[in-house]
């Protein structure tokens, strides 16, 4: 079981008492110390997201759910083994992914050219070299959507960016290089190649409403069946309105 959603968090008032089954005491507190109204929005919005996510899968725990984090800083349920959960939040949205494994999401805002110098920080040899030879109005977008995939990997790995950069990379194929199952998708597919562990880890490219962003899911495999991304052909972004 893989769902994602994602809401509009800017401009909604998440401290009005009808948000208030959807957030913890805790998450309130933390928010008091967010330097900017959106920034705190955003960031109640990701709890309010995680429950109305969790009621969506009927995950049947109380709610407003309690998790734990571990030593860096992902959150996992305390009430429900065998449901993984994680969100991101970027511009003006949040996103939160649902699964039954060890799962990563990420969401990033692509309008805005990034420096060069930032560019060769994230990149790897080989990524930069496909960067470089992509054409140089698809190369901004690229850039986030390699940033959405490595944040996704680093979540679902679990250690966030205490994992060094160097120790894996983003392989993305086109075409015949992929299944018919992805090929549905009409997108290019990351693939990890990594020194990390020896487990298999799927990446995808998720394709969200508003196109000024860019979001990457990626899963802990359980089934080396698997290996072409099957498990992603009907994955589709849910967008809760409420």
């Known amino acids: 079981m893989i769902r ?24 309130k507190k933390l928010a008091d110390r967010k330097k900017g109204e959106r920034e705190r929005q955003l960031f109640l919005g990701a709890e309010v997201l995680l429950n109305l996510s969790l009621q969506q899968v009927d995950a049947r725990i109380p709610i407003p759910a309690k998790y734990k984090r571990n030593e860096h800083g992902k959150p996992y349920l305390e009430d429900r083994q065998g449901i993984y959960m994680n969100w991101s939040h970027s511009g003006d949205y949040v996103i939160c992914a649902v699964a039954d494994r060890e799962v990563g999401i990420d969401l990033q805002y692509a309008g805005k050219e990034p420096k060069e110098s930032l560019v060769r920080k994230l990149l790897q040899p080989d990524e930069l070299h496909f960067y470089e030879n992509e054409p140089e109005l698809e190369r901004q977008r690229l850039f986030y959507e390699y ?9 679902a790995l679990g250690t966030g960016f205490a994992t ?11 075409g015949s290089d992929v299944s018919d199952a992805v090929k549905k998708n009409a997108m290019k597919v990351p693939y990890i190649i990594q020194n990390i562990n020896h487990k298999q880890y799927l990446c995808r490219l998720l394709s969200v409403k508003d196109e000024g962003y860019t979001a990457a899911l990626c899963i802990e ?17 849910e967008e809760i309105e409420e």
């Open 164 to 174: 060094p950069l160097d120790r894996f990379y983003v392989e993305f194929r086109k």
């Open 4 to 27: 994602v959603f994602t809401m509009k968090a800017v401009g909604k008032d998440f401290l009005a008492a009808s948000w208030s089954p959807y957030l913890t005491e805790e998450r």
């Open 147 to 155: 940033w959405a995939v490595k944040e996704s990997f680093l979540k």
């Open 221 to 237: 495999s359980l089934d080396k069946s698997l290996q072409e991304g099957e498990l992603f052909s009907t994955l589709e972004v």
